[in-house]
Structures are given as C-alpha cells and as structure tokens.
C-alpha cells in the first residue's frame, strides 16, 4: 500500500510490517514522510492502490494513516478522554459532547482490547497505559494503517507483551501496522514481515520466520557483528567504590530501595540486571548525590562520601551516563563545545580559577568528536541538532575525559547504532584495564552478559540475586529478573 | 562563539525585532485610523522627536535607568526565574539609599558608593525574601515577588511619613535633600541639549559589561545558564539548584537596587511621593525585546524611552492622543515574543537541516542523516 522511490515498501493490510535500521538509516525521515511531516524529494506513496500526496499530518489522517510518536503528546491535567477527543471533539450546542465521546472510545476499547479509564486523569497513568491512549486517538481520528515508531523504546518488558497482544487484535481486526523499531528480538515476535534500512534504502524484506535477530542485524549493518564479550579479567583487590545498606523510601513509606549493598573493585564491571523501575534510576541517583539516602553509606576509595554534594561527588572521579540523556546529560540548545563543559564546570581544561577555559573547552571538545567519532559539522552546533547516537557518543567521550576512577553508567548504548556501541564497548573495556571501576545497567542483556566481572539482579529495591556471567544465558538472567527462576 | 559572527546568524536575530516594530507600526497606525486620528502627522511627530537634542539627552537618561532595571529582570530570566519583584525592590532601596544618604555626612565619591551599597543591599535582601520563599518552602518566585511589591509599597508610605519633610512649593512630601557630596553632576554629551546626561550612565555601561562576563565567561555564569536551560540536567551535572537560586535573587535584587540611583543622585536628590514608580514592569517588557543580552537590552531600552518621550509633544497637540505610543509599546512585546519563539524554533530546525546536509557531504557517511532516533 505504501512506497518510496529510493526506498521501496510494500505494505500488506493486516499485518504488522516491521522496519528496522541503525540510528540515522532513515526510519525516522521514511516515517515523516509517511505521516506527512516532510515531504518527499521523489518517489510516491500510494494507499489502497490510490496515489495520495501528503502535505500535512491532518492529509495522512484524512487517508487513514496515523502516527503513535516515540515521545507521547498528552496533557497531563486533562482526562483520557479529553485527552483523545482534543482537536476534534463531538459537540452538542458548542460544547464537548461527553456522552458521544464515552461512547466511541468505549467502543474502540471494546473492539480492539484497549482497555482504558475515560475519566481518569492522565497524570496518574502509566507509560504502557499512556502509549494505548496515544493509539486510541489515533483510532479515534479512523486511522486505518498505524505507524509506530520505537513503542517499546518506553516499556517495561510487560508492557511490551500487553502492546503486543494489542496490535495482534488491532491486526486481527483488519488494521495495518508499521512498527519502527531497532529491537530485533521484539521485532522477530511481532511482525510479520521485516524491511531492512540501510543508509536511506532499503536492503532487504525478509519474513521473521526464516531469520533470527543477528542475521537481521547484520543486514542493517552490512558486515559482521561485533560482541561486547570481555576477554581476561582485570579485577583487583582494591575496593573502589563501596555502597552498604542504602535504603530510600517514596514519601508516603514505600521503599523504592531497601538494604542495597555492593563493592565494585578496581578494574571491575559490576552488572545490574533488572526490569526497569526496579530501583535503579534511584540507586544512580543516590551513588550521584542527587538524592539523599535515608540509611546507608556510599563510599569511594576509603572515603565515606555520603554526604558529598553531586559536584563534589564528579570532582572525586565519578563520571556519569545518565540513563536520560535529554533530561540528565544535555543541554539542548546550547552548542556543543558547551555541552563538554556541563559536570565538568569545575575541572580542567574547562576553566581556569572561576573563568570558563573557552580555549580549551573547544580543543578537548573537537578532541572528542574526533575519538568518539561523534558525527558533526561542527562543534557549534545545538546538541539538538545530532542525532541520538551521537549525542550519546558525545556524552560518553566526556564523561570518559579527565581519568574518572568510577564510571555509573546507565544503558551506556542505549540508542546507538552497532558500529558507535562496538566503539564505546572498547572504551569501556579500556579504562576497566587501567583500572576503572564500572556500574553498568543495561537493559541490552547481551552487553551486560559481555561486559561485567558479575551481575547482580534488582527487583523491587532488592538484590534478590548474583549471577555468574560467564556462566548464563540472556534466558536465564532474564527470568531471575522477574522473580522467578533463580533463588532470591 | 565564532559562529556568532556568521552573517547569517546575525540576520536571523535581528529578524525578529525588526518584524516586530513593522508589524506594531502597522498596528498602530490601523488603530489610528479607526480612531479617525490623523495617521501621517502623528508617525512624523513622533519621528521628529528623534531630531531634537533635548528630546535626546531625556531619551537616553530614561534609557540608563531602564537598562538597570531590565538588567536586573533578565539575570532572573536566564536562570527561568521571574523577578515580578523588581519594581518594589528598587523603591525600597532607594527610599532607604535616600534616607541613610541625607542621615551621614561623608566625603563625596564615599558618599555616594554609601547610598548606592545602601541601596543595593535593601533591594537585594527584600529580593532575597522571595528566593528563600522558593526554595525552603516551593512558592513560585512570581507569586511572592507580585506580594512584595504591595507589601514594598505599603512599608514606604509608612516610613515615609516618618522621616519626610515637605517639598518646597507644592504638597508633596519627600525625604531631605541629599547634601552635594552625595550628587553626581551630568554630561554634557549631547551638543545643544539644556538637558545634561546622568553621570550614573557610566555605571550602567560597566554594568551591562559586568552582566555579559559574568554569564559567558565565569564558571558561575555557566552554571546559571545551565539552570535556566534545563534544571534537570544542571543538578546532575552538579549545580546546587537551590543555592543557585538564592545568589541569583540576591544578584537580580542588587541591580534593583541600582534603578533608582540615577534619578536620586543625579536629579532628585531626595525620595519624594513624585519619584518614579512602575520601572520594574518596564524593565520586564525591555528584558523581553532585547532577548536577556546586555546589548540587546541597551536598545530594547533606547526604543522604549524613545517611544516614552515621543508621547510628550503628542500630549501637547490638539487632536493627538499621546495614547498611542503605549499600544505601540505593547504591541512592540507582544510580537517580539511571537516573533522570537518563532526565530528560535526556525533556527532549530535550520540547524538540524544543516548538520544533516553536511553529514551528507562527508566522505563516509554511515550516519547519512541527522534524525535518528
């Protein structure tokens, strides 16, 4: 139903068409494209057989092509229903017709097995009921054909099932998917039909039955895969950094960590595995001081630096991959040579006494662009203007600078295609030699697999177990994760 | 930034507020013909006022102490803080400036740096209040600072009371004259003007110097500017977030506290119930066109008093409404704001087409385009 000229899709209704590629392949512009937000240089795009020309997002909505964004557009103070009516309400004497609009959206619900509470507000919501909200409006404007792009990028393993099953009824149903994603293992168990995109074109389609995920990604890399695997251990005796009994608790008692404790030696990687929420947002943040523990003691060497403030806690050598690098690692418009400054605005060569070193901020900047291979025209440009592998390889390449003796790095590739994750697999690998005392945590099990000396598994605040790395598989880990399988 | 200088950047920024001033003259001059008032003769006297050197000496002393004002808006601006309170700050620094400064008798340059410390530090603290507020208790700076300014005006009548003594030849009441060694004399500047410019224009020009070093070159500066473009980000990079906003209160009440001193020390010599009000607002709408940077607000402040003192011959004429030149100044923001949001998000995405088309030309291109997600 859809096509491109140098990119070539052939979409069947009902089914679950997937598109895969690495970071700036091109789904996110085929996607624009597709929903009307570009337009194309060449090439057309036909529905139902019909050749249609999309100047806008309200023409694809008018053919019956909608679009569930990677970042959800919903106002947190208004109800899921008023939430999904916005912009085209029913109306009854000029005002929103409340009766009419329960009615369509409980019939969609019905229909299609997206169960959700019309009155709720959607602040209290969750990510996975969030992402069905986002679905039902684009229902509710009689899309036809639905592009999602990264869906799963937000959720946690579960909700990832729920969406499946949702897009098995929405299939079932007679509506079609696209499913953008670079998650070939999800991809495999949805999709019924795989295109490959490889700088701007399409490579391959292939059918999820006769491939597995390192045939596909090898396809979008166009050469042998790289693995994280670590050879020879580098462990030393001496403890780095040490956390013991940290326990924090929500405001109303609920305890979002509880008796946490750890070492992480010299030369060490230590693991941790879990679903995310499990507390390790928290954990990071109070090893960073961005969030006080009630009990419990973080050290680092012999120091106790439990009531260090964050600055003091970077100026001792610990660097930081913040899991959300919009939120926590970057500032947007600001020019990138800036960016190598921020958690570092006190250490050479960023200044000089209480001056910014704008010298050496930019050489050590452009030196980085250049290590990490962090794809720019210049380094004046906004952090905003990159792409996300390479505003994560910027990131990594500064917290790397200056010989931190601790690195906390959450989901370190997460969003890098597999060339850039290779690479900063390396780095990592390197500073462990030297020395370095890593905390990872991945939700990538293949990387925590390869890269930690031991993994120790989170759920609901607790380490409910040690894994061996050399001795486990992706399955194993990944069932102790929810609970079950290995003992607590 | 070398990038600053690129022509192309530079037409991009003035865009904006050049977009602005046509479209509030087109505005203006529909509300003039509605009105049925007389279009052409207005626009022209209004532009005659630009050629006499009176009306320029006024211009640029009204323009000195708005640029403080405004200076004083836009640190708060910068770090996301809205400093409504910059109007209360400066009176109760210059009543308290006018008061201590007619209590002491010094020598002259200490004289002077009394009352203007004596200012600053009264503007600062009650700034201070509203920061405190903020970050031990979560009140919106807006909120506190909109109460302490009633509050602010309120504690002046009282205290005026107090310490006044009428003003000569009317029923005006005021604080005593400030003795010589406390005045500061004016420049003649401009050739032909029976008008002297404040002497205090020096302070504002070291000012705006002060403002854009301590921004773009110190490590404070960096660490405001982080705050102000994203919280989150700034606290993990490890700025104290709260301490930050108590410095920059103190520091945005503390150039309140400088609003007032070109007046006080160089014209009225006294704190009188005549002395201006309201240059707090004003400064907000000034920080607002000149986009926070020192010289941006330094013209944002010169169109401001122009337009101010263009309002005085329209006043005199019969069958002109001096009116006009607030809705002109009005519009002016208004469509500066539309317009600079505008420019902002065209500049984001141009740059993003930019780095994409320059990957593009790169040799290797294993990331041909700059959207991935």
């Known amino acids: 139903m859809v096509a491109n000229s140098d990119v070539n899709i052939a979409v069947t209704r009902g089914h679950v ?18 929903y009307g937000m570009q337009r194309p240089d060449e090439g057309s795009i036909a529905v139902n057989g019909k050749t249609v020309t999309f100047s806008s997002p309200s023409d694809a909505i008018e053919a019956g092509v909608g679009m569930v964004h990677q970042h959800f557009m919903l106002a947190d103070n ?64 009689g899309a036809k054909i639905l592009i ?93 950094l040490t956390v013991s009994d940290l326990t924090l608790r929500t405001s109303d008692g609920r305890a979002l960590l509880e008796d946490v404790g750890f070492t992480i030696h010299k030369g060490e990687v230590l693991g941790i595995a879990g679903v995310e929420g499990n507390g390790q947002g928290e954990l990071v943040e109070a090893i960073m001081g961005m969030r006080r523990a009630e009990v419990g003691e973080v050290r680092l060497g012999d120091e106790d630096i439990s009531g260090w403030p964050t600055r003091r806690r970077r100026e001792a050598g610990v660097a930081y991959i913040p899991e959300d690098r919009h939120r926590h690692g970057l500032l947007l418009e600001a020019p990138l040579w800036e960016n190598r400054i921020l958690g570092h605005q006190t250490q050479e060569p960023n200044v000089s006494g209480p001056w910014i070193d704008r010298k050496g901020a930019r050489k050590d900047t452009q030196r980085i662009v250049e290590q990490y ?116 | 930034m070398n990038s600053r200088l690129d022509p192309r950047r530079i037409l991009v920024t003035l865009a904006a507020p050049l977009m602005a001033i046509v479209f509030a003259f087109i505005i203006t001059s529909l509300v003039l013909f509605a009105a049925d008032d007389p279009i052409v003769d207005t626009w022209t006297t209004i532009l005659d006022v630009g050629s006499q050197p009176r009306s320029i000496s006024l211009i640029v002393n009204s323009a000195t102490v708005f640029y403080f004002s405004a200076l004083a808006v836009a640190i708060g601006f910068r770090m996301n803080l809205f400093n409504i309170g910059v109007d209360g700050q400066y009176r109760l620094g210059v009543f308290t400036g006018a008061v201590v400064g007619s209590a002491v008798s010094l020598p002259k340059p200490l004289h002077i740096l009394v009352i203007v410390l004596t200012s600053m530090i009264v503007s600062a603290l009650w700034a201070g209040i509203a920061g405190i507020l903020k970050v031990t208790r979560g009140v919106s700076e807006v909120i506190s600072t909109i109460m302490l300014n009633a509050i602010a005006t309120g504690l002046i009548a009282y205290l005026l009371r107090k310490v006044a003594v009428p003003v000569a030849g009317s029923n005006n009441i005021g604080t005593e004259l400030l003795p010589g060694s406390a005045r500061i004399g004016g ?82 010599y006294s704190y009188s119930l005549a002395f201006p009000a309201g240059l707090g607002f004003t400064g907000i709408a000034i920080a607002l066109l000149g986009r926070n940077h020192p010289v941006g607000i330094a013209i944002g402040a010169l169109l401001w008093a122009y337009l101010d003192v263009s309002g005085n011959p329209l006043q005199i004429l019969v069958g002109f409404s001096s009116e006009i030149v607030t809705i002109m100044q009005g519009v ?15 500049r984001i995405s141009q740059e993003q087409r930019r780095v994409a088309r320059a990957l593009e030309a790169q040799p290797a291109p294993r990331e041909p385009q700059g959207v991935g997600a």
Do not use: C
Request: proline share 4%; hydrophobic share 45%; no cysteine.
């Open chain 1, 17 to 34: 068409h997937a598109i895969v590629g690495e970071n700036g392949a091109g789904k996110s512009t085929l996607m624009k494209i597709l």
């Open chain 1, 78 to 141: 208004l109800t899921v229903l008023e939430n999904i009516v916005l912009g085209s309400e029913p109306r009854k004497g000029g005002l929103l017709h409340h009766a009419e609009a329960r009615r369509r959206i409980e019939e969609i619900g019905a229909s299609y097995g997206l169960d959700v509470e019309p009155d709720q507000l959607v602040e209290e919501l969750g990510v996975g009921d969030r992402q069905r909200i986002e679905i039902i409006k684009v229902l509710y404007r």
């Open chain 1, 148 to 240: 999602l792009d990264e869906p799963t990028a937000v959720l946690v393993p579960q909700e990832v099932d729920e969406l499946f099953d949702n897009l098995r009824e929405l299939k079932a149903e007679g509506l079609t998917v696209i499913f953008i994603s670079h998650k070939l293992d999800e991809v495999l168990r949805v999709a019924d039909e795989i295109t490959v995109i490889r700088r701007g074109s399409t490579v391959a389609t292939v059918d999820p039955a006769e491939t597995n995920a390192r045939a596909l990604a090898e396809l979008m890399v166009g050469s042998e895969l790289p693995s994280p695997e670590t050879r020879e251990s580098t462990v030393t005796d001496q403890a780095m």
């Open chain 1, 373 to 488: 291979d962090v794809r720019t025209p210049s380094i004046d440009v906004f952090a905003s203007a990159l792409s996300g592998g390479n505003q994560q390889k910027l990131i990594v390449g500064r917290e790397m600078s200056g010989t931190p003796v601790v690195l906390i790095a959450a989901h370190p590739t997460r969003g890098v295609d597999v060339g850039a994750q290779a690479a900063i697999w390396d780095h990592i690998r390197t500073a462990r030699r030297e020395g370095l005392a890593v905390l990872l945590i991945s939700a990538d099990l293949d990387e925590l697999i390869g890269l930690s000396d031991t993994i120790k598994v989170i759920l609901r605040g607790r380490f409910v177990a040690d894994v061996d790395p050399s001795h486990v598989t992706p399955e194993e880990l990944g069932s102790a994760m929810t609970g079950a399988g290995a003992s607590a």
């Open chain 2, 187 to 268: 420049l003649g500047l401009i050739p032909d003007s029976p008008v002297k410019i404040y002497g205090f224009i020096v302070v504002a020009a070291l000012a705006g110097i002060g403002y854009s070093v301590l921004l773009s070159r110190t490590r404070f500066g960096f660490d405001l500017r982080a705050t102000g473009r994203s919280e989150s980000a700034a606290v993990a990079s490890g700025v104290n977030v709260k301490r930050m906003i108590v410095i920059s209160m103190l520091l945005s009440g503390a150039t309140a506290g400088l609003v007032g001193m070109p007046v006080l020390l160089g014209e009225a």
């Open chain 2, 332 to 346: 002016i923001v208004l469509s500066v704001v539309v317009a600079y949001e505008l420019v902002r998000r065209f």
